[in-house]
């Protein structure tokens, strides 16, 4: 574990926490994969990954498999911070247990949001999670959020908006009040002006490949290198157009497509049991993204 708050908020600052999916083989868990794409992200420049999450499944996987995950990534990545998806007070023990150093959180419906956040932060460190409402996340006010990000264990925010600029322009405003708060994009469709906005990180599901592109995307805007900045911005909301588009749910699976063309999990191993069937053109414009990208952005 890297420790409280304020170390993980420091590790984090500045860097990519790619939101890293679960290969699979049918509704099998390919486990040869998994340690493999892990050995494959260890070698990027990311701060941490982020493991259990949306994209990961963690809701929908069995427990076994959400501990054989978890404890696979800690050990791939034993320097780097591990974020794990939380969803109540037991799973953020599990990752506790199993090595995370901090959880991605929001409130379930019908629970007070600012007591949820503190009770999980008993546990771990916690990065509060604003999330679209169409993936059953849960849209604060700025009193609630203000009420969330004064807690002491709660490091900074992720806003994954998906598509309201106006939102993300908002969260951006107040955070930028509280000097503690980490602003954590999570807009793979706007990457590059949410840092312009004030994101100090990227916890992304986008980060699952093309991972070299995007920790750079993060460095051009810290070093001010505005021409890189404008290209790998340009080339990577062009990719996120293709990955991240209706049927939403369909971008776990297309996100595997695309770690498997850019070299992180074999071909065969990018089944999602839970998300909608796409067709096989799907996969070939996901292809044809990462090569461009690759090509525009390299």
Not at 175 to 184: D, K, S, V
Not at 268 to 287: F, H, I, K, Q
């Amino acid at each position: 574990m890297v420790g409280g708050a304020d170390a993980v908020r420091a590790r984090l600052d500045g860097g990519l926490v790619p939101a890293v999916p679960v290969p699979f083989r049918g509704r099998t868990l390919d486990a040869d994969a998994l340690a493999g794409y892990a050995r494959w992200m260890a070698a990027h420049p990311v701060a941490g990954v982020a493991v259990n999450v949306h994209t990961g499944r963690g809701r929908h996987l069995a427990e076994s498999a959400r501990r054989q995950v978890l404890t696979m990534w800690r050990a791939a990545l034993p320097d780097r911070v591990l974020v794990a998806g939380a969803w109540n007070v037991a799973s953020a023990s599990e990752a506790r247990e199993l090595g995370a150093d901090a959880v991605l959180a929001f409130a379930p419906k019908g629970q007070d949001p600012v007591p949820y956040h503190e009770e999980l932060s008993r546990e771990l460190p916690v990065i509060a999670f604003h999330l679209y409402a169409a993936a059953g996340g849960a849209a604060y006010d700025d009193a609630t959020l203000r009420g969330i990000l004064e807690l002491p264990g709660v490091l900074g925010i992720k806003v994954a908006t998906l598509d309201s600029v106006m939102t993300f322009q908002r969260i951006a405003s107040l955070c930028g009040a509280l000097p503690r708060t980490l602003l954590i994009s999570g807009e793979d469709r706007f990457l590059g002006y949410s840092l312009l906005l004030g994101a100090r990180a990227a916890l992304v599901g986008m980060g699952a490949a093309l991972t070299d592109l995007q920790a750079a995307l993060l460095r051009a805007r810290a070093d001010s290198d505005w021409p890189r900045f404008v290209r790998l911005s340009a080339a990577l909301d062009r990719f996120g157009a293709a990955t991240f588009t209706a049927p939403m749910e369909g971008y776990v699976r297309r996100m595997l497509w695309a770690a498997a063309e850019d070299g992180g999990v074999p071909a065969e191993s990018c089944d999602d049991p839970w998300g909608p069937a796409l067709p096989a053109a799907e996969r070939e414009a996901v292809r044809r993204a990462v090569r461009d990208a690759r090509a525009a952005g390299g």
